[in-house]
């Protein structure tokens, strides 16, 4: 059996190596073809079957399996005409409706036909895919038609977080939960800096903002007893995408800032617990590095389905659309994405979907994977080195690279990441703490909230923004094997000293 070769690993990385923010090139099968020839170059599909229905049958020598498909940039024919030229009923086609923009109680607005309506779903308005099952022979009569810009092998993914490593904690009696920021004001001021300090903060947050290694001083790191300090302002109005298991919305401590806004499901709630404690570091008023930005739940995942590969395209796709009608409004303060998840090798459906995000001037913090190995062997950390998205490590509150950690060329930046305290799914005060670079990821997506209310000037440009984050960051703190590596970054907001 012929294997689809662009898909492999190696090749995408290759073809990735020398191109910036321009797309991958396919195979020269597929760059020689035209339009016009292309007709001839359609296999009909033969039959197709309800994506997720069936599992690939190893004892069958043309095995069943479910693809997705992204168009090329020029086609911009309707559905109909594409799937015509390939053979297919349109009235096969289902279109996914999963914006909570839509109805979500409402009717998808399909139809059924003579294939079972699940086996051709479309979606996606900034990326236009499509996912199918169907035998690999008929995904090789597709390979290299130049109506698409890649068709890969659908793969589930994963959230960053250590399993084992969940402990929920008791909910703080002691914190004041209605009053904001304000709150927490205890103002300082040095070398013409202004911040606010926070008192009953997780480690993490002093470590992001500590020239210095932390002297727990006896302490647990999982006590809330370290010292934050942040500015005002602290992200106030931007727009930060949790690409996740969905939200706690109502938990107390995001104080109504977070709102579910897409969903693959149907259902809107977080049963993981990854998405609200992630949600939680990035915008909870005493976990979260931006206690004022305004959180957007994109619910990819759930604890008895897993996260498959078109809930990610069509996640983020519906993210870029919502950072297209915000970029024009007056309150528009800059768009970060969060995505605490991912799987190796690399998938060219993430590449392009995010390659979308950046062009649309949307910024991207990703995590780098929990492996101890080479990072650049996961999506969608490794196409940190093709466009401008932030690939975040995680170290422990020694400053040492956390033992699970992915490592480097294709880490941009390391941020904490063990035994990190944040909002949980339990109840609406419940917090927990959780290793993973899914921790670290959404401290970073905060310090870039932070700087786009900061830099207006860097609103629209994730490039200079990176170069801006890995600017401020610590060189020189982070060790591994106990040896400190030069080159190796830690997360910094750059407040001069350490709290005090
Ligand atoms: C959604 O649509 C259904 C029926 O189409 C309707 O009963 C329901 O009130 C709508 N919900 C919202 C929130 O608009
Ligand atoms: C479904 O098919 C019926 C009958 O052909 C048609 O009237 C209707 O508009 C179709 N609905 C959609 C959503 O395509
Ligand atoms: C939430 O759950 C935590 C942990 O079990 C518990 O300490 C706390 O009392 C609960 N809070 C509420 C309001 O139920
Ligand atoms: C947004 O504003 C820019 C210029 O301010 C304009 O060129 C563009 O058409 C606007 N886009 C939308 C969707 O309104």
Not at 299 to 326: F, L
Not at 392 to 408: E, K, L, Q, W, Y
């Amino acid at each position: 059996m012929k294997t689809l070769t662009f898909l492999s690993t190696t090749l995408i990385i290759t073809i990735l190596q020398s191109t910036v923010l321009t797309a991958p090139t396919l195979p020269s099968s597929s760059l020689s073809s035209t339009k016009q020839n292309h007709k001839r170059q359609w296999h009909h599909p033969g039959s197709i079957r309800p994506i997720t229905a069936h599992s690939t049958d190893s004892t069958d020598d043309d095995p069943y399996h479910d693809y997705i498909a992204i168009l090329s940039d020029d086609e911009t024919r309707p559905w109909g005409e594409i799937f015509d030229e390939m053979g297919f009923s349109t009235k096969g086609i289902k279109k996914m409706t999963h914006s909570l923009g839509v109805n979500l109680s409402g009717k998808p607005s399909y139809n059924m036909t003579s294939y079972d309506m699940n086996s051709i779903k479309t979606f996606g308005k900034n990326l236009r895919a499509f996912t199918i099952n169907m035998r690999e022979s008929d995904a090789e009569g597709m390979d290299g038609n130049p109506s698409l810009a890649s068709l890969e092998k659908m793969k589930m993914r994963e959230w960053a977080f250590v399993p084992g490593s969940v402990k929920v904690l008791p909910s703080s009696p002691t914190v004041r939960r209605r009053r904001g920021v304000a709150g927490l004001r205890l103002t300082k001021r040095q070398d013409d800096m202004t911040w606010i300090q926070q008192g009953n903060a997780p480690w993490n947050l002093q470590r992001l903002s500590s020239e210095h290694k932390i002297d727990a001083k006896g302490r647990q790191p999982t006590d809330l007893t370290y010292n934050y300090r942040f500015d005002e302002a602290a992200g106030k109005g931007v727009d930060v995408y949790v690409v996740d298991s969905g939200i706690n919305v109502d938990h107390l401590e995001l104080q109504g800032r977070a709102r579910m806004m897409f969903s693959y499901f149907g259902k809107v709630n977080d049963d993981v617990g990854h998405g609200t404690h992630c949600a939680g570091t990035i915008a909870a008023l005493h976990y979260g590095v931006a206690k004022n930005v305004n959180i957007w739940g994109i619910k990819v995942g759930d604890s008895t389905s897993g996260i498959n590969g078109e809930a990610i395209v069509a996640g983020i796709d519906a993210a870029i659309s919502r950072h297209n009608q915000r970029k024009n409004q007056t309150d528009f303060m800059g768009s970060v994405i969060s995505m605490s998840i991912g799987t190796a090798p690399p998938q060219q459906s993430d590449f392009m979907i995010l390659k979308k995000a950046v062009e649309a001037g949307m910024h991207v913090s990703v995590a780098a994977m929990n492996s101890a190995t080479d990072a650049c062997n996961f999506s969608p950390g490794a196409f940190s080195q093709q466009i401008p998205i932030i690939n975040v490590g995680a170290a422990d509150i020694d400053d040492t690279r956390a033992p699970f950690s992915n490592f480097g060329k294709c880490v941009d930046i390391y941020a904490p990441g063990v035994s990190i305290v944040s909002t949980f799914n339990n109840n609406a005060t419940g917090i927990a703490s959780l290793d993973g670079t899914s921790m670290a990821c959404p401290a970073v997506t905060g310090i870039i909230a932070d700087e786009l209310v900061k830099n207006p000037k860097l609103r629209l440009d994730p490039a200079a923004m990176k170069k801006h984050i890995l600017g401020k960051a610590l060189k020189g703190v982070i060790k591994a094997d106990n040896v400190i590596s030069s080159s190796e970054l830690m997360a910094y907001n750059g407040f001069p000293g350490d709290p005090a």
